[in-house]
């Protein structure tokens, strides 16, 4: 089954950026390169919540509150899938995960982002 690992996370200040990433291990090429992939973020206290989404043409969509500054992406090659976070906000603090949008595979353990204000 496939395991997703998360890095990227940190500690930043408010106006920073972070680039995550999210490599599916032990996912078949053929279920990765049409699969919608999603990034999710997990503030303490809060539900998880979506934020971007990629289909397999690349097309993106963001939750209205990263429009502008979050960019989704893809390498079908090393079935990676990145998240460029630029002028990071203190309530973009959460732990961010990533999985398939539907028919999601074991949640991976995140990586952790922090904006200080």
């Known amino acids: 089954q496939a395991h997703l690992v998360e890095s990227g996370g940190g500690l930043v200040q408010a106006g920073g950026s972070l680039r995550l990433s999210c490599k599916a291990q032990?996912?078949?090429?053929?279920?990765?390169?049409?699969?919608?992939m999603a990034w999710y973020r997990q503030a303490p206290g809060k539900e998880r919540e979506l934020v971007a989404t990629?289909?397999?043409?690349?097309?993106?969509d963001y939750t209205e509150s990263v429009k502008g500054r979050f960019t989704m992406s893809r390498d079908n090659a090393s079935k990676t899938v990145y998240l460029q976070m630029n002028n990071l906000k203190p309530e973009d603090t959460a732990v961010y995960y990533c999985n398939r949008h539907t028919q999601q595979f074991p949640w991976g353990q995140g990586t952790q982002v922090t904006v200080s204000s």
């Open positions: 032990r996912m078949i090429t053929s279920t990765f390169n049409p699969a919608i």
């Open positions: 990629i289909t397999g043409g690349r097309d993106t």
